[in-house]
């Protein structure tokens, strides 16, 4: 048993922020994440070009064959920078299903070329019982996936595309046209959804990290009275909160990133329930108290800090809420004793 | 990473759960400490004989030369086998290794192990809380002995030990941390008088104790003179990891408990009762892997450093969380049990102040780990 990141892995979480780093400079300004259009293509064609998008499918159906970690460590770069890319989206949740729900092998392969693949949530941007009426990450030219009623993933085009303004510019949902789809119940699809709580957590964990080094930075730098405003306890205890904060998230979300990819069923979602509803709480937390920590420029748009918050808040409810992993959480609970 | 077991590994979990499935006693642990001590302690005894615990100490002191991640099987295992609650001594037993002499550790190191002799640890006093360097407990060189005249508190299983790990100041010009000295003191020695005080729930968990010219041998002091502030932050880094203190397996216990009365008291418990029983339980998910992970970080030798005020902040976090729901759950005053949960609840107090208060672990995280400027005096 060891815990540790590969050596590999750390070359990748370094290679992953410094290529955010070049894109989407610091400065606390959102032009160049909420330009959209251009950098995010950059940044998406990059990432496929390094085969970081097909990380979770195998080589022989034409990704790289990583390991959920590997996605997880760029998911939480990704997640640093606020890079308003469809990562969670297409790189892992709906790789995980396409891979684990028995989908068409030529998507996979497509998936792994760049090609951007929402998966079909319902309105509440939880599993869809019955039908899927929204595409989540979604960009345009998306195409959507979800578990047909017979369990099976499937790719549909998106037809009737309405771009819903939600609360996170960065990544995007659209209502389409009402697509069938069942309840994740086989094993396959319940480890793909698994691997989705867990692929959102990095991010979330990410975006906690970002916030606290970006609040770490400014309180050394920022004077008040004639000193910095992190020599105030006040002001030291809510960076102390952040810290822990973001510990415990990466400590739940590496180790669900082992368990649901490797370990029986029931584990894997264990683990990966208590990574997504830990890392999501704790990185609404963490975005709020690091706004706290700016003043008055952390709630304007010349700052990016309420772009983190709006991220978290979507991933936080993406894949059924905190509510979903609590109650399974519960469940299995209950069925032990 | 990876999280399976080694074969080694494996080995040794096989062997665990076969041993934990013939000992862990039938009976339930009792709720009041004059009965649940000796039963405690008759367990981790039992245990150290089995060859469980001590489980990353080199042999010759009487351990199993075994490392951190075999702890981390052990402390899984118990809270699955629901064996009783481990004494929280286990970390008193590291400044005995890391410091001491041979001679002290073939002395004392096996039957503290072995729970034949119970320690205890002086730091704290009247004066001196967080502020531990603010201790005036002195012990002064006389001949071949030490004598040692203060007044330490708070001091935990006091009325249960042998000896005590003891802080005292040998140099009082020098300043505050330096000119601190740490020794071993027998309770029994003339001079020493302990008194039992009261947790809020009824339990003598801990005592005083007065130093009235007790003169000890001068080779009861560990270490050199002058290493006991070095000393005294390496046992709370021990004392502030949940695995060392062997919490973990007794928070799952709590959490069982009142899974079992939920699902005794109701079929289709409602949404706001999974919700909260469901918080519990990803609350000690993340501190097993936390726990994980700061073991398997520490498999590489090093000891623990400031991070460790991470572990003690979230172990704290879940025994709140774990109390607070047992409240929750816990409405109806005519349930059997209610007043014993309350007890536990108001232990759970405790977290967040022994071992250096949550305010002191901030301290800790934002000065030694995110370097902010220390706060003005
Ligand atoms: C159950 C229990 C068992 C214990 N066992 C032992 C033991 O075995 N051996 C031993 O030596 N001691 C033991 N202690 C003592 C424990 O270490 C002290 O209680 C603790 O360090 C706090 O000191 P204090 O009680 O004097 O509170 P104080 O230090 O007076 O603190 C009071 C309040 O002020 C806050 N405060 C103090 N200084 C600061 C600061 N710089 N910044 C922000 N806030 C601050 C604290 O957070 C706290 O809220 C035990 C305590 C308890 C409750």
Not at chain 1, 13 to 33: H, K, M, N, W, Y
Not at chain 1, 62 to 68: Q, R, T
Not at chain 1, 287 to 308: M, N
Not at chain 2, 263 to 272: E, F, G, L, M, V
């Amino acid at each position: 048993m060891h815990f540790a990141l590969s050596e590999d892995q750390r070359v990748l979480q370094r290679t992953t922020d410094e290529i955010c780093a070049q894109l989407f400079a610091v400065s606390p300004v959102g032009d160049a994440r909420a330009d959209g259009g251009a950098l995010r293509a950059k940044l998406w064609s990059k990432l496929a070009e390094l085969d970081l998008v097909g990380l979770l499918v195998p080589e022989h159906q034409g990704g790289a064959g990583g390991s959920l970690t590997d996605a997880c460590v760029v998911a939480e770069a990704l997640g640093r920078h606020i890079a308003p890319v469809p990562y969670v989206g297409t790189a892992i949740a709906a790789a995980a299903l396409l891979r684990f729900g028995d989908g068409p092998d030529e998507s996979l392969a497509r998936l792994c070329r760049g090609d951007a693949y929402s998966v079909l949530l319902d309105g509440g941007l939880d599993d869809p019982a019955g039908t899927a009426t929204v595409a989540f990450d979604w960009v345009d030219g998306a195409l959507g996936v979800a578990l047909s009623p017979d369990g099976r993933a499937t790719v549909h085009d998106l037809v009737d595309v309405d771009p819903i303004t939600d609360v996170d510019p960065l990544h995007r949902l659209a209502r389409v046209r009402p697509v069938p789809a069942g309840e994740a119940s086989g094993d396959g699809a319940r480890r793909a959804r698994a691997v989705a709580w867990t692929g959102a957590a990095a991010l979330l964990t990410g975006l906690a990290d970002g916030a606290l080094r970006q609040s770490v930075d400014y309180a050394r730098e920022r004077e008040q009275y004639d000193r910095p405003i992190g020599s105030f306890q006040a002001v030291k205890h809510l960076c102390a909160d952040m810290l822990f904060d973001v510990e415990t998230s990466r400590s739940i979300t590496y180790g669900a990133s082992w368990a649901a990819e490797h370990a029986p069923i029931d584990e894997a979602e264990r683990v990966a329930s208590a990574a997504k509803a830990h890392a999501g709480a704790a990185a609404i937390r963490v975005c709020e108290t690091g706004i706290q920590v700016l003043g008055g420029i952390g709630v304007t748009q010349e700052h990016d800090a309420h772009l983190r918050l709006r991220c978290a808040h979507l991933h936080h409810a993406a894949f059924g809420n905190s509510d979903a992993p609590l109650v399974l959480l519960a469940g299995r609970l209950l069925e032990k004793v | 990473m990876d999280l399976r077991d080694s074969p080694e590994e494996a080995r040794f979990r096989g062997r665990l759960c076969a041993w934990l499935k013939e000992n862990v006693p039938a009976d339930p642990e009792p709720a009041v400490l004059a009965e649940r001590w000796p039963y405690m302690r008759a367990f981790q005894q039992h245990l150290y004989r089995g060859g469980w615990v001590a489980l990353s100490y080199p042999e010759e002191v009487g351990g199993q030369g075994l490392g951190p991640m075999e702890e981390a099987i052990l402390s899984e295992e118990l809270g699955r086998a629901n064996a009783p609650t481990l004494l929280p001594l286990g970390h008193l037993g590291r400044p005995l290794l890391r410091y001491g002499t041979g001679e002290q550790r073939r002395r004392y190191l096996p039957p503290l192990l072995a729970s034949d002799e119970i320690w205890c640890q002086g730091f704290s006093e009247p004066q001196a809380g967080s502020d531990l360097a603010a201790l005036r407990t002195r012990a002064v060189r006389e001949d071949d002995a030490w004598v040692l005249n203060g007044h330490k508190t708070w001091t935990s299983y006091g009325v249960f030990a042998d000896f005590c790990l003891l802080l005292a100041r040998t140099d009082p010009d020098a300043v505050r941390h330096r000119g601190i000295s740490a020794f071993i003191v027998p309770l029994s020695a003339p001079g020493v008088t302990v008194r039992p005080i009261v947790l809020a729930n009824g339990d003598e968990e801990f005592a005083e104790l007065f130093l009235d010219d007790v003169r000890i041998p001068a080779e009861n002091i560990l270490g050199r003179p002058e290493d006991g502030w070095r000393i005294a932050m390496d046992v709370v880094n021990y004392e502030r990891g949940a695995v060392e203190t062997g919490y973990l397996p007794k928070f799952e216990r709590y959490l069982s408990e009142l899974a079992e009365f939920v699902k005794t008291r109701t079929s289709a418990p409602d949404r706001a009762t999974l919700r909260a029983l469901g918080e519990a339980a990803a609350a000690l998910e993340v501190l097993r892997m936390h726990c994980l992970r700061t073991l398997s970080d520490r498999a590489s030798g090093a000891p623990p450093g400031p991070e460790s005020s991470i572990d003690k902040l979230l172990m704290t976090a879940v025994e709140q969380k774990l109390m607070a729901l047992s409240l929750s759950l816990l409405t109806d005053t005519a349930v059997p049990g209610r007043a014993e949960w309350f007890d536990r609840y108001l232990y759970g107090r405790a977290g967040s102040i022994y071992g250096g208060s949550a305010q002191i672990q901030r301290n800790i995280l934002a000065e030694r780990l995110l370097g902010l400027p220390r706060s003005p005096a």
